[in-house]
């Protein structure tokens, strides 16, 4: 497989007709080795348009998704940001390249090791994993200029968006499936947020948020 050429035609065919104009997350996915962050068993679907299985129930999510999260996330080089679920490590590659330090949460251990080793040999030293369950946030190093979630929950918790410093931005994809929204949460003052959720998508569930119950009576 010619690599580049497969890189090329992910950026070009993908991810551009879904919105994701920004140039420098353009530029960044051709430079940051996608194919690098996925186990070697699926080697050979790094490029392709769906989530890719890490075990664990958890996956990289297709490279649209992620690429367009990198951008509505518009993250600035002074900035701090959590990531909550490290997977692979692969968005904590990105994020890592356009923030000054990245937080990566990452509640099962392989997967932790797995997004360490990754980063490491990617060369990049910005970013910090953590096993630990991301759910609970990391207060002690908040507030926090960014909080992105690489996974779905079912409503966001109050908790992770009081770590976010007036001005930051927190983006997840919230919901049921068969529809879930992207959704943009910026904090405007101390108990001000405005939110939107300008695109839809599916992801798997990250572990031991709220799930609000269903029952009715």
Not at 82 to 111: D, F, K, P, T
Request: some cysteine; hydrophobic content about 45%; glycine content about 6%.
């Amino acid at each position: 497989m010619n690599l580049e050429q497969a890189r090329f035609n992910m950026i070009e065919q993908q991810i551009r007709p879904w919105n994701v104009l920004d140039t420098e997350v353009l530029h960044l996915l051709s430079v940051v080795k996608r194919e690098d962050f996925v186990p070697l068993a699926h080697k050979a679907l790094a490029f392709v348009d769906m989530q890719i299985p890490l075990g664990h129930g958890q996956c990289m999510l297709e490279p649209r998704v992620e690429a367009r999260m990198l951008q509505d996330a518009a993250v600035q080089k002074h900035e701090k940001v959590l990531e909550i679920g490290a997977g692979s490590g692969y968005m904590a590659a990105l994020l890592a390249h356009r923030a000054q330090r990245v937080i990566s949460l990452e509640i099962n251990s392989e997967l932790a090791q797995m997004a360490r080793t990754n980063l490491q040999k990617a060369g990049i030293h910005n970013a910090e994993v953590r096993e630990v369950d991301g759910a609970k946030g990391a207060t002690a190093d908040g507030p926090f200029d960014v909080i992105m979630l690489s996974g779905s929950v079912a409503e966001l918790p109050q908790s992770l968006l009081a770590q976010l410093k007036i001005g930051g931005r927190l983006i997840a994809i919230v919901g049921d499936e068969p529809v879930m929204c992207v959704t943009l949460v910026t904090r405007t003052g101390e108990a001000e947020f405005i939110t939107s959720s300008p695109w839809d998508t599916v992801a798997p569930r990250l572990l031991n948020f709220p799930e609000p119950s269903h029952f009715t009576f």
